[in-house]
């Protein structure tokens, strides 16, 4: 069998036309405009990259984008009175303090003084507890873009048994609440989990989120399955780096039912639905309908 490649590319260009369209209403009959403040702390060249590339969409996007960056040595006190500011300001619906923080930061303290209902990681304690609990929340961008590529391509994802590698609190715990709340039987295994290769083969959806290069290898993959790699990781073959992700994509691909591909698959996705997670945050703080399709 060779897999159908899943196109997050083509796929995130549908989910931000679709933000673009529902902020062009929102601003024509409720004079509303969405506002996404990202905050960045220090100087690593990978999130400059991010940050960069999130204040592009969210501009293409018709939304307002509010760019903090403060240095390195910025206190704790300092990040938390900015937050407030951001919390108490009425143009700015979404808020994003870029990760990893500098290491004399405390990433949790800093996370929970966000407004939850700002929160559009989803990482605040309040939402992780609501999303835990099938209620309403901010729901983290990367398994969100995850979900909205597996519902495309399935239809309902009940009954089916899906498998995710990994758990962090970014993509794998999140990942497995949100295949639950659709009705999978769900497993979630790590890299201390005995026989992984035999759990793997069980999965009608494989999700890979454990940040190891092509540690998924085609054995692991039951035929016909779907195959989600969250994986973002760059190495060196044959003298040239080359992005490659958590699953050895030539041989899952021969296996799989379908299947994302690294570059172009989630990746892509995740930056799609911190707009769509903006205009929901939007839409929340002015007690209008949120937009269709664009949450969990
Ligand atoms: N750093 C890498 N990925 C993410 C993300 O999804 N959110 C935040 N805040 N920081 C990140």
Redesign the pocket.
Known sequence: MTATVIDGKAFAAKVRAQVAAHVARLKEENGITPGLAVVLVGEDPA?QV?VRNKGVQTHEAGMNSFEHKLSADTSEPDLLALIATLNADPAVHGI?????LPKHLDSDLVINSINPAKDV?G?HISNVGLLGTGQKSMV???PLGCLMMLRDHHGSLAGMNAVVVGRSN?VGKPMAQLLLGDSCTVTIAHSRTKDLAEVCRRADILVAAVGRPEMVPGDWVKPGATVIDVGINRIEKDGKVKLVGDVHYESAAAVAGAITPVPGGVGPM?IACLLANTLTACCRANGLAEPEGLTA
């Open positions: 999130s991010y994003l303090v870029q990760l990893p990681d990482f983290p961008c990367t970014i995740t």
